[in-house]
C-alpha cells in the first residue's frame, strides 16, 4: 500500500490529473504526495480539476533550480554527522545524554500527546491547538498503518518533551509532517537528540530521503532554518496557484493592501487571508524574471493569466 491508497481507503476524494494524484488540504488541492512533487499542469488541466473537485485553489511546485527562489522544499538526502558543525554534534551529543528517544505506537501518542502537542503552540504565530478528540482521532486513524506512518518520542527524565509523525512513501522518501517539543524540551536539546535519530534511521540506514515539507506559510516556528545545521537542503522551485474565480477576485483586490492586512488581529477569518497573501506573494517571487527584473505576467494590478473562467 502506498499514501494514495491509504487516503483512498479513508475515504478521501482524490483526483487525477496532469499525471498526479490530488488530494483537498484546507480547501485547496495539492499533490498527493509526503514527499516532493514537481509536476507540469497546463492551465486547462488545472481548471478541469479545480471544477471538479470545487476547491478554492490548486497549488503545486514545479522546475526545480539550484538558483535561489521563495519557494523551496526542506529536503535532506545525506547524513553524515562528522560532517556537522562541532556546535551542533556537541548538542547531539548533550541531548542524547539528557533525552531518549524511541518509537511509539499511534494508541500510545493519541492518549499521551496531548500535553506536548498544546505547549509546542506557544512558540508559533497565527495557528492554535485543536481539541484533544480531533488530536486523538488523527492519530488513531494511522494506527493500523505502520508501514506509512511512525511515531518517535523523545523524552527528558521520562516526561514527553516532544515528537514525530513521519509518513513514508515506500522506497521513496519519508516526510516529518508533524514535529511538536515542548519548550521545556528544548532546553535540554531534545531537538538534536530526536533528529538525530530520524536521519540515522531513515537517511543512513534505510536510505530513505527525509523532507520537512515546503516552505511554511501559515506559522513560522524556525523549525526550517534550525534543520539546515543538519545537512537539509533547500530544493528551490517555483510555487504554482491557480484560484477558483471568487477567489482570484479576492487576493487581486486585498494584495496591494497586505501589510495592513497584516497588522489585523488575530481571528480565525484574519489568520486565512494573511496566509493566503503570503502565500500569493511566495507565488509571485518564485517565477521566472523577465528582462529588466520584473516577474513574467505578474505586474502588480495587472489581471493574472492563471484564473478560472
Not at 7 to 16: D, M, S
Not at 203 to 214: H, K
Request: with cysteine; hydrophobic share 35%.
Amino acid at each position: 500500500m502506498n499514501y494514495v491508497d491509504y487516503l483512498i481507503r479513508q475515504g478521501e476524494r482524490v483526483f487525477e490529473g496532469g499525471g498526479t494524484h490530488w488530494k483537498i488540504y484546507h480547501k485547496a488541492l495539492v499533490p498527493a504526495s509526503p514527499i516532493p512533487t514537481f509536476t507540469q499542469l497546463t492551465l486547462e488541466e488545472a481548471k478541469a480539476i479545480l471544477n471538479q473537485s470545487n476547491a478554492h485553489f490548486i497549488r503545486w511546485s514545479s522546475d526545480p533550480t539550484e538558483e535561489p527562489t521563495t519557494w523551496w522544499w526542506n529536503v535532506c538526502s545525506s547524513y553524515d554527522k562528522s560532517k556537522l558543525s562541532s556546535n551542533t554534534r556537541s548538542k547531539i551529543k548533550r541531548g542524547t545524554r539528557l533525552c531518549t528517544v524511541d518509537r511509539v505506537s499511534a494508541p500510545w501518542l493519541a492518549q499521551h500527546g496531548y500535553e506536548c502537542y498544546v505547549s509546542a503552540f506557544q512558540r508559533y504565530t497565527n495557528a492554535s491547538p485543536e481539541p484533544f478528540e480531533s488530536f486523538r482521532t488523527k492519530i488513531m486513524e494511522t494506527a493500523d498503518y505502520e508501514d506509512l506512518f511512525q511515531y518517535w518520542a523523545v523524552f527528558c527524565e521520562g516526561r514527553l518533551v516532544g515528537y514525530v509523525k513521519c509518513d513514508i512513501e515506500p522506497k521513496k522518501g519519508v516526510s516529518t509532517n508533524v514535529l511538536k517539543y515542548n519548550p521545556e524540551g528544548l532546553k535540554q536539546y531534545a531537538s538534536y537528540a530526536l533528529m538525530d535519530t530520524l536521519l540515522t534511521s531513515y537517511v543512513v540506514e534505510r536510505a530513505l530521503p527525509i523532507n520537512n515539507g515546503e516552505r511554511t506559510v501559515l506559522h513560522d516556528s524556525n523549525m526550517q532554518d534550525f534543520l539546515l545545521k543538519f545537512g537539509f537542503r533547500r530544493h528551490y522551485c517555483r510555487l504554482n496557484i491557480i484560484y477558483s474565480s471568487p477567489l482570484h477576485h479576492v487576493v487581486n483586490l486585498v494584495y496591494p493592501f497586505r501589510s495592513l492586512v497584516q497588522r489585523l488581529p488575530k481571528h480565525s477569518l484574519f489568520i486565512k487571508v494573511k496566509a493566503l497573501l503570503v502565500q500569493e506573494s511566495y507565488r509571485r517571487g518564485s517565477l521566472p524574471t523577465a528582462p529588466g527584473g520584473t516577474s513574467r505576467s505578474l505586474e502588480l494590478g495587472q489581471p493574472l493569466p492563471d484564473t478560472m473562467d
